[in-house]
């Protein structure tokens, strides 16, 4: 058995042998970690990685995270391992940060779409960990949905989604952190936030001082592919709305936190960031699969620790 956050999942340590020999002989496993399910593939091996592509019908453009089990894998991957990726990795890995740094030559271009970088993080999750420490190699994974769809935050999600284009799901329940990860690069001469996620921009100038953040972050054009306007959409048309100015026509769900007004479907979401983000694609799949004409979402609070959140409804809501 495999000991995850908070329970004991039904994963029996065969199920991480299986995963990882399909994972060596260039298949696809979806996986469990602390922010959504992954869709993983060696990232050695670029017919492998080629598969993820075609499952999730994502363009070639856009760069797959890399996930390790330990720094020493990470420094494998990379030609230069500077002291603020060390200082950070020390702090938050395994956790929900992904550093961008300059690659090693043998990291096939289509994990990072032709980049000259990659994005590298450690999942905190047993099972994720084990999965990569079994296989022996580092696993490039983006979310295990369709292209431009909500991530999966529970293995039922990722087989509604793709059940029947992976060789194996591991199932270790709901994941705890709920939204992707921080990504950040450190491949140029300033730390640069390229996606904001729960560990915040603050949290990460604690450790290394000033971050920039990309241009138009969470509004549009961004400096590197696959961070398109587009992404973690339900089906059904998302509005963020201000002031509960719901909709006029047709019927649909509100997710609201503080505004109470009367929708066909009130679904209420904590008042706390962490505890938001690790159900908000849950409510999003729900309310999707109930078929209303729209979903509304109350604008949470414009407050730092909530960036991330504020980054994935602006996308789920862009046209
Ligand atoms: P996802 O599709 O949710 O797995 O997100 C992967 C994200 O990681 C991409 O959209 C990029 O924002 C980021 N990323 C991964 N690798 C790189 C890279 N080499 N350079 C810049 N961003 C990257
Ligand atoms: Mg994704």
Redesign the pocket.
């Known amino acids: 058995m495999v000991k995850t956050e908070k329970r004991i999942c039904l994963i029996e340590a065969s199920d991480i042998s299986r995963a990882a020999a399909l994972i060596r002989a260039g298949e696809l496993v979806a996986f469990p970690t602390e922010t ?1 399910y992954g869709l993983g593939a060696n990232a050695l091996d670029a017919e492998a990685v080629a598969k993820i592509y075609i499952a999730k019908g994502r363009p070639a453009e ?4 890399v996930h390790v089990d330990s720094i020493e894998m990470a420094r494998s991957l990379v030609r230069e391992w500077p002291i603020k990726a060390d200082l950070l990795a020390r702090r938050f890995w395994p956790g929900p940060l ?1 550093l ?1 740094l300059p ?1 090693q030559p043998h990291i096939p271009d289509l994990v ?2 032709g ?1 000259d ?3 590298i993080r450690m999942p905190a999750n047993n099972i994720a960990l084990a999965l990569i420490r079994e296989a022996g190699v580092p696993i490039a ?3 295990a949905n369709r292209f431009t769809e909500l ?1 999966p935050t529970t293995a039922e999600h990722v087989r509604e989604s793709m059940g029947d284009r992976v060789a194996m799901v591991l199932d270790g329940g709901r994941t705890t952190v709920g939204i ?1 990860s921080t ?1 950040l ?1 450190l ?1 140029g001469p300033d730390a640069l936030l ?2 904001p996620g729960m560990l915040t921009k603050s949290e990460i100038e604690e450790v290394i001082g000033a971050v920039d953040v990309a241009r138009a972050l969470g509004t549009g054009a ?1 400096p ?4 398109h306007q587009r ?1 973690y959409s339900p089906r059904t048309r998302l509005v963020l709305v201000d002031d509960s100015q719901l909709p006029s026509a047709g019927r649909g769900a509100y997710l609201w936190i503080s505004q109470s007004v009367h929708a066909a479907c009130m679904i209420q979401m904590p008042g706390q960031p962490r505890a938001y983000a690790a159900v908000l694609y849950e409510k999003l799949h729900q309310a999707d699969a109930q078929g209303w004409d729209w979903i509304a979402v109350e604008k949470p609070p414009l407050a730092p620790e909530w960036a991330g959140i504020h980054d994935r409804l602006q996308r789920a809501a862009a046209k």
């Open positions: 959504v856009s760069p797959l995270i992904t961008v690659k990072t779409a980049l970088t990659v994005g994974a983006p979310s991530s992707e990504v690069s491949a390229l996606r961004h590197s592919p696959g961070m992404h």
